[in-house]
C-alpha cells in the first residue's frame, strides 16, 4: 500500500478520468475526498469507494468560487485531519475558437481549468506547510499542441504545465512537491463501466467507436490510455517512488506527443 494513512483531495471525480484517478489512490491505500460541482459526481465516487472498505467523503464545490474552495478544505481537514495530495482535475469541454468563442465563455473555462488549480493548490499548499506532500496537475496533449477550435482549453492546459513549474518552486522549501500528469484521448469504455458500478443506468452512445476511430488509428500505440492508467501514474507522482520528482510532467498519451508530425502511424512505416 504505497498510501496508507494518505488523504487525497481528488477535484472533477467523474466516473471518466477523476473517478479513476480517485479508485487508483484509493486502491493504494489513501482516503479521499471527492470534489465536484455536480454533486452527484461528488457522492457517488465517495459512496462506491467507502462501499469497498476505504475512507472517502464527496463534497459539492465550485472550484472557481474562493469561499466554497476554502470551506472545502476546512472540511476535509476536520474530516481526515490531513492532506497529502491534491489532484486538481476539474475542467469541463466547450470547443471553440478565437474567432467564435464569446469572451464571457473564454473566461469561464480559463477559469476552472487555471483559476480552479490556482485556488485548490493555494489552500492545500497552506495546509501542508510545515508536513509536505504532492500536488498533481490534470493537463492534455491539446496544452503541449496547437488544437485549433479548442482555444481557451487548449491555452489554459499549457498555463497549467508553467503553474506547475513555478508552483514547484515557490513550494520545493516547504517539502511540497508540485508536478502534472498528461492524458489524452481516452478509451471511453471504463467510463461507463466505472458508472454502471457506481450504480447509474448508463447506455454508450452507438457512434462512440466511429468517433474514437481516428484517435485510436493515429496514436503510436494504436490503442488509448484508460482513466486507470492515468490512476497509477498518479499514485507514482503521489508516493515516495517520486520523491525527488518535482516540477515535471508525467504524460501518459500512447506516445501521441513523442510523434513526428509528418509520421503516419497508420501506415506503420518511417517516412
Ligand atoms: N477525456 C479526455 O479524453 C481527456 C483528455 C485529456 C485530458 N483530459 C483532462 O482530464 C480531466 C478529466 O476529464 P474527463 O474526461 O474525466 O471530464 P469529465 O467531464 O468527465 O469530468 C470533469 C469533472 O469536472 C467537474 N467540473 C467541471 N467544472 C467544475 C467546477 N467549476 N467545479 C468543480 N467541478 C467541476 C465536472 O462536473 C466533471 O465531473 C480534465 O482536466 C480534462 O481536461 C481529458
Not at 483531495?9 to 477523476?18: E, Q, R
Not at 465517495?46 to 476554502?70: F, H, M, P, W
Not at 493555494?122 to 496544452?143: D, F, H, L, R, W
Not at 491555452?155 to 504545465?161: A, D, E, Q, V
Request: charged share 25%; proline share 4%.
Amino acid at each position: 500500500m504505497k498510501l496508507k494513512d494518505r488523504v487525497a483531495v481528488v477535484t472533477g471525480t467523474s466516473p471518466n478520468i477523476g473517478g479513476g484517478i480517485a479508485e487508483g489512490l484509493a486502491a493504494e491505500g489513501a482516503a479521499i475526498v471527492a470534489v465536484d460541482a455536480n454533486e452527484a459526481n461528488a457522492r457517488d465516487c465517495a459512496n462506491y469507494l467507502k462501499s469497498q472498505g476505504s475512507r472517502a467523503i464527496g463534497l459539492t464545490c465550485d472550484v472557481t468560487d474562493e469561499g466554497q474552495v476554502k470551506a472545502t478544505v476546512d472540511t476535509a481537514l476536520k474530516e481526515f485531519g490531513r492532506i497529502d495530495v491534491l489532484v486538481n482535475n476539474a475542467a469541463f469541454f466547450n470547443k471553440k475558437g478565437v474567432l467564435d468563442m464569446p469572451y464571457d465563455e473564454w473566461n469561464r473555462q480559463t477559469g476552472v481549468i487555471l483559476g480552479g488549480a490556482f485556488l485548490f493548490t493555494k489552500y492545500v499548499a497552506k495546509a501542508m506547510v510545515g508536513k509536505g506532500g504532492t500536488i498533481i496537475n490534470i493537463i492534455s496533449t491539446a496544452g503541449h499542441q496547437g488544437e485549433p477550435g479548442n482555444i481557451a482549453y487548449s491555452t489554459s492546459k499549457c498555463g497549467l504545465l508553467n503553474f506547475t513549474r513555478s508552483a514547484a518552486m515557490e513550494l520545493v522549501g516547504h517539502g511540497i512537491r508540485v508536478n502534472s500528469l498528461t492524458p489524452t484521448a481516452t478509451d471511453p469504455s471504463e467510463s461507463f463501466e466505472r458508472a454502471a458500478r457506481w450504480g447509474r443506468t448508463v447506455k454508450k452512445p452507438e457512434s462512440l467507436d466511429r468517433v474514437m476511430k481516428p484517435f485510436r488509428d493515429g496514436i503510436p500505440m494504436k490503442k488509448l490510455p484508460l482513466p486507470s492508467d492515468y490512476g497509477r501514474a498518479a499514485v507514482f507522482l503521489a508516493s515516495d517512488d517520486s520523491s525527488m520528482i518535482t516540477g515535471t510532467d508525467l504524460r501518459v498519451d500512447a506516445g501521441a506527443i513523442a510523434r513526428y508530425w509528418a509520421w503516419e502511424p497508420k501506415a506503420g512505416a518511417t517516412l
